[in-house]
């Protein structure tokens, strides 16, 4: 049985919470609506409530925001605390690695974010949502569906920190796991079906050992 592990890249591998919040605010101004805070920012990030300014439509937002949310040469991209050991764990217990993001970008940049980190070398695929036709922002379901499909008879575990990633590999029979970083409530990534949320990827490491490797269910 072939096993892979589906990885959310932005505050899940990597900590883009700056650039993130650089994005958010560029979208904001392109459609003529004053800069937020990065405090308030935060919590609307915490709570899943980030909202387009009103008046504008939802989808063409986020749709523009996906889109220029990106990294320029030269500026830093860390690991999130646990990622390298985490993605080294998966490789040595023969895990297909892939990525998957929510952004509408070319996959080189992804790349060259996770090269930054320092974990590229444990990734063998990654999917970005540039090109894909979406019914609502951020929306991984077709891209996971094509993975998990793509091959018989796997055992595919899905680490994210949103519930829309949640959501997407519950939908695909793929084992959904949360990660919930800087306080995050974790009941949001339950409530999207996830079977298993820890607060950062070393709670994350020692569950997948203890009950998905050593007792697999």
């Not at 800069?35 to 709570?47: S, V």
Request: aromatic letters at 12%; one cysteine or more; charged letters at 25%.
């Amino acid at each position: 049985m072939k096993r892979i592990a589906i990885l959310d890249h932005d505050l899940t591998l990597v900590n883009t919470l700056t650039y993130f919040f650089r994005a958010y605010n560029q979208a904001r101004a392109k459609f003529n609506y004053e800069r937020l805070g990065f405090r308030e920012f935060l919590r609307g990030y915490l709570e899943e409530n980030l909202a387009n300014p009103p008046g504008t439509d939802r989808f063409e937002f986020w749709f523009y925001f996906s889109g220029i949310f990106k990294t320029f040469k030269g500026e830093p991209v860390n690991p999130m605390p646990g990622a390298d050991d985490l993605v080294q764990f998966l490789s040595e217990n023969n895990y297909y690695i892939v990525v998957v993001t929510g952004r509408r970008v070319d996959k080189t940049i992804i790349a060259d974010e996770l090269g930054n980190a320092g974990l590229v070398d444990y990734v063998r695929e990654i999917h970005t949502l540039h090109n894909i036709s979406l019914s609502r922002p951020f929306e991984k379901k077709t891209v996971i569906s094509r993975l998990v499909n793509s091959e018989k008879n796997i055992d595919c575990i899905s680490i994210g920190d949103y519930s829309e990633d949640m959501s997407s590999s519950y939908i695909n029979g793929c084992k959904p796991i949360g990660v919930a970083p800087f306080g995050k409530n974790p009941k949001l990534l339950y409530d999207a079906g996830a079977i298993f949320v820890g607060k950062n990827l070393k709670e994350i490491r020692e569950y997948i050992e203890k009950n998905l490797i050593s007792s697999p269910r």
